[in-house]
């Protein structure tokens, strides 16, 4: 077998990301810079210039010892960055690596598909292998210092004089179309990489800054206080039939004494994202990853009332670090949830068993917050019963580009017509302790999903460029005839077409127990007049 120097091996292995990773990148430059005479030029240099700056990072980079075990792993883990993006057309951002690795496995076997498959094996398992038994010719150290000297040289010269030669391209191409540096693959991803290792890890061990250590409850009579918080999972507002959508995807709501608020906006593009910054008390301006996991948020604020009993069950990947400190519960398993059928544990689950939790907790004001599977994707078929598909045809596959729009517009509405039946069968549960107590339903979807529109799917793109359909999201609040009273339920319906955002959700869960702390902003306390 032919023997390599380690810079032939690392001109190859650059040449071939550049010419078999990279369909995402050039279908998305062609769209801006259409071929033809004025444009080849550049076209030509751009890829030339991505080829010699996989060589310079690579060159920094590789040596004996690291050259094979660095290739191999670019190759694998740019094979699969190649699958989602030219199928779902999603960056592999920070938000979204956080999001990847705080996904479950369940979750991800959703994901799996017979063309991902043949994406790994022959963009990553192939080209790894030949890698792993190539031959390499390792010359002595100074010869080889000398010879990666002149290729990083010779690389840095190619990009410079390319850059001159088309500046004026380059000009609009570095300002004016940011999001398409998004799609090179491998080098974005890396660069994800390290900003999500910036922004995750601390130095020395992380220590939560506390947070309304002066919080109590005001009462204004003896009743105690019920309320479920009811966290959605990927529902756009534009599908629900509550706001005007063709289908009728919300029937049973329509028909409950609810608010609705149909210009409701999340945070995030992502789970991982929405959930901790929803339940924060930084503004979406202000927020960041360190911050919320440094600080404490809204249920930490009311647990220190010591009069607020807090259960959080999920039936999600899990709380996001939200629930670390208040009693949690794992609905995804058939040992907890006692409604799941094909290894699908169902939302209305989590309600099975609560009544034991509010009569250990008689006499306290109690918060209950459930964590849906929703909308989940791209497995949206999975995501009902089969007495809610309704709407048909439906897509009964994971790979969403092998289905139309409609049929995947179908799948994605039965599943906001179980949502309508869970949160209907909540609030029902709530109807029956409203002599007792002062009762609430708070639902709100952690983010929207796109549906193929544009050739997007799913969700997680960065917050300037996402799309309306990832972060206009579906929310609605139900009172309990003596809670309805206490909070104006009909001044609330007036104001209910006002733009609100997650921000707005710690001063409102503040607010419906009557906390008194100064973290409480009335302003932003969507039950209050002045909001």
Same mark, same amino acid.
């Given at each position: 077998m032919k023997r390599?120097?380690?810079t032939?091996?690392? $001109?190859?292995?650059?040449?071939?990301?550049?010419l078999?990773?990279?369909?995402?990148?050039f279908?998305n430059v062609?769209?801006?810079?259409?071929?033809?005479l004025?444009?080849?030029g +550049? #076209?030509?240099?751009?890829?030339v210039?991505?080829?010699?700056?996989?060589? +310079?990072?690579?060159?920094? /980079?590789?040596y004996?010892? %690291?050259?094979?075990p660095?290739?191999i792993t670019?190759? #694998?883990v740019?094979?699969l960055? *190649?699958y989602?993006?030219n199928?779902?057309?999603?960056?592999?951002?920070a938000?979204?690596?956080?999001?990847?690795l705080?996904t479950?496995?369940?979750e991800?076997l959703?994901?799996?598909?017979f063309k991902?498959?043949?994406?790994f094996?022959?963009?990553?398992?192939?080209?790894?292998?030949?890698?792993?038994?190539a031959?390499?010719q390792?010359?002595?150290?100074?010869?080889?210092? /000398?010879?990666?000297?002149?290729l990083?040289?010779?690389?840095?010269?190619?990009?410079?004089?390319s850059f001159f030669l088309?500046s004026?391209?380059?000009?609009?191409?570095?300002?004016?179309?940011?999001p398409?540096?998004y799609?090179?693959?491998p080098?974005?991803?890396m660069?994800?990489?390290?900003?999500?290792?910036?922004?995750t890890?601390?130095n020395?061990k992380?220590?939560v800054?506390?947070?309304?250590l002066d919080a109590?409850?005001?009462?204004d009579d003896?009743r105690?206080k019920?309320?479920?918080?009811?966290v959605?999972?990927a529902a756009?507002?534009?599908?629900?039939?509550? *706001?005007?959508y063709?289908?009728?995807?919300n029937?049973?709501?329509?028909q409950?004494d609810?608010?609705?608020?149909?210009?409701?906006?999340s945070?995030?593009t992502?789970t991982?994202?929405?959930?901790?910054?929803?339940f924060?008390?930084?503004?979406?301006?202000d927020y960041?990853?360190?911050?919320?996991i440094?600080?404490?948020?809204?249920?930490?604020?009311?647990?220190?009332?010591?009069?607020?009993a $807090?259960?959080w069950r999920?039936?999600?990947s899990?709380?996001?670090?939200?629930?670390?400190?208040?009693p949690?519960?794992?609905?995804k398993?058939?040992?907890?949830?006692?409604?799941?059928e094909?290894?699908?544990?169902?939302?209305?689950?989590?309600l099975?068993g609560?009544?034991?939790?509010?009569a250990?907790?008689?006499?306290?004001n109690?918060l209950?917050?459930?964590?849906?599977m929703?909308?989940?994707g791209p497995?949206?078929?999975k995501?009902?019963?089969?007495?809610?598909?309704?709407? %048909?045809?439906?897509?009964k596959?994971?790979?969403l580009?092998?289905c139309?729009?409609?049929e995947?517009a179908?799948?994605y509405?039965?599943?906001?017509?179980? %949502?309508?039946?869970?949160?209907?069968k909540?609030?029902?549960?709530?109807?029956k302790y409203?002599?007792?107590?002062d %009762?609430a339903?708070?639902?709100m979807?952690?983010?929207?999903?796109?549906?193929?529109e544009g050739?997007?799917?799913l969700?997680?793109?960065p917050?300037?460029?996402?799309?309306?359909?990832q972060i206009?999201?579906?929310?609605?609040m139900?009172f309990g005839?003596?809670?309805?009273?206490?909070?104006?339920e009909?001044?609330?319906?007036?104001?209910?077409?006002?733009?609100?955002?997650?921000?707005?959700? +710690?001063?409102?869960?503040l607010?419906?127990?009557?906390?008194?702390t100064?973290?409480?902003?009335?302003?932003?306390?969507?039950?209050? *007049?002045?909001?």
């Open positions: 390599f120097t380690q032939q091996l690392i $001109i190859y292995v650059s040449i071939f990301f550049i078999f990773d990279n369909y995402s990148f279908h062609l769209q801006v810079y259409p071929l033809n004025h444009n080849i +550049f #076209l030509i240099s751009l890829a210039i991505l080829v010699f700056f996989m060589i +310079f990072l690579l060159s920094l /980079f590789c004996k010892y %690291t050259l094979k660095i290739l670019l190759l #694998l740019s094979s960055t *190649n989602f993006m199928s779902y057309h999603v960056v592999i951002d938000s979204m690596i956080r999001n990847t705080q479950n496995m369940h991800s959703d994901l799996v598909t991902q498959i043949l994406y094996v022959f963009l990553g398992l192939i080209p790894s292998y030949l890698v792993y038994k031959k390499i390792y010359r002595p150290f100074k010869q080889e210092f /000398f010879a990666r000297l002149k990083i040289g010779l690389s840095l010269a190619i990009i410079l004089a088309f004026k391209f380059y000009t609009s191409f570095v300002r004016e179309h940011k398409l540096r799609s090179i693959n080098a974005y991803w660069y994800s990489v390290g900003k999500y290792i910036s922004l890890f601390n020395g992380l220590v800054k506390p947070i309304g109590k409850i005001v009462n003896n105690s019920l309320v479920i918080m009811v959605g999972e756009r507002a534009d599908h629900f039939s509550l *706001n005007g063709a289908k009728e995807t029937p049973l709501l329509a409950d609810i608010v609705n608020f149909p210009n409701f906006y945070c995030g992502s991982a994202a929405s959930v901790p910054c929803m924060s008390k930084y503004n979406k301006s960041s990853y360190k911050k919320g440094s600080t404490q948020n809204v249920l930490d604020v009311l647990k220190h009332t010591n009069d607020v $807090i259960l999920d039936n999600n899990d709380s996001k670090g939200v629930a670390l400190r208040v949690y519960e794992d609905y398993i058939p040992k907890n949830n006692t409604i799941c094909n290894g699908e544990c169902r939302d209305v689950g989590m099975v609560l009544d034991k939790f509010i250990k907790n008689k006499g306290k109690i209950i917050v459930l964590h849906q929703g909308n989940h497995a949206y078929y995501r009902y019963p089969k007495a809610f598909e309704k709407f %048909t045809p439906t897509c596959t994971n790979q580009e092998e139309t729009q409609e995947i179908n799948a509405d039965n599943a906001i017509l179980y %949502t309508d039946y869970f949160l209907d909540t609030i029902d549960f709530l109807k409203d002599k007792k107590y %009762t339903m708070i639902y979807s952690d983010h929207g999903e796109s549906l193929g050739g997007v799917y969700h997680g793109l917050y300037f460029m996402a799309p309306d359909a206009h999201i579906g929310s609605v139900w005839k003596h809670m309805a009273k206490k909070i104006d009909d001044a609330l319906k007036k104001r209910r077409d006002k733009k609100y955002t997650q921000d707005d959700l +710690f001063h409102t869960l607010g419906i127990f009557n906390v008194q100064k973290e409480y902003d009335k302003k932003m306390d969507i039950l209050k *007049n002045e909001h």
